[in-house]
């Protein structure tokens, strides 16, 4: 699942409208915010048209310029329910592949404190509960937002493009995820893109179903012991490779590693397993073996600890004698 989100500073030029388009299909954005777009409501269709996969949800009925769009691809998201502001667009999504309900806010907050904390206010409800409660609630909440009051954190999603003398940079544009959305989707991976067009960096959410803990390559001693080491390793190291001593010396290894890692899983994986069916195989062995020393001794009282004593063997030459 992809989204993202972008404060575009402006809609109405062609070449944006074609960034954005190509932007879409080379990330293959399902839910896709744009924030102040400054589109009046009557060009509002003629610019929809360039993107024939996507419906588009709007705000001009709170606000005269239609701050905030949001395209989803209908292809791969069904719209349940939302919520509009004149500074959000709350969205109650169905994602097809993963058949999962996702949350989705895209918000633009204001300038002035007083708008901003009523648009607060709306985002939550009318009997706005605790922090505590708005974490805990039993939705996975994506909030896309840009917050024009507050700067701060490492990586800065804002500049004026200014002369390096005068150049202001800044971390206006977030992307804010609650405890259950983490915990539904633990792979949710954030970039901050190149800004481009705008002064606004590009926000882009991947969030993957399913994901691998890659472990690190640990060298084990024990390989040295096993008599298809040597072979293993020197098959690997002679492998002709072309390039530069670097690269040569790093596909070498990266040959040896591959070929050691195939050699633990053929002969080591799985020791507590075998361990237990050569357990199993040996006290069948040692079951007959003393089934058959019996047999041979004509005793009864003889303990299966005394079978290898000079005792035993005794018995059986007297016997024969």
Known sequence: MIISSWNIRGLNDPIKQQEIKGYLIKNKVEVFGLLETRVKINNFAA???NFPFYSVINNYS???NGRIWVFLDSRKITLLNS???DQLIHLHLLHHSSNQIIYVTMIYGSNDGGDRDRGLEERIGPNPPSITEIMAVNQCLLDCSL???HSFGLEHTWTNKREPTARIWSRLDRVLLNSDWLIQFPTTNVQVLPSGISDHSLLLVEVKNGYKIRRQFSYLNCWEDHKEYRDSVTAAWDLPVKGNQIFRLFTKLKNVRSNLISLHKNHY?????KEKELLARYLILRKTERSSLLQRAKIQDIKFKDAPTSYFFSRIAARKH
Not at 269 to 273: L, N, V
């Open 47 to 49: 610019i929809i048209r």
């Open 62 to 64: 709170h606000h005269y």
């Open 83 to 85: 919520r509009i502001h």
């Open 147 to 149: 917050d024009n009051a």
């Open 269 to 273: 994986t799985g020791i507590s397993q």
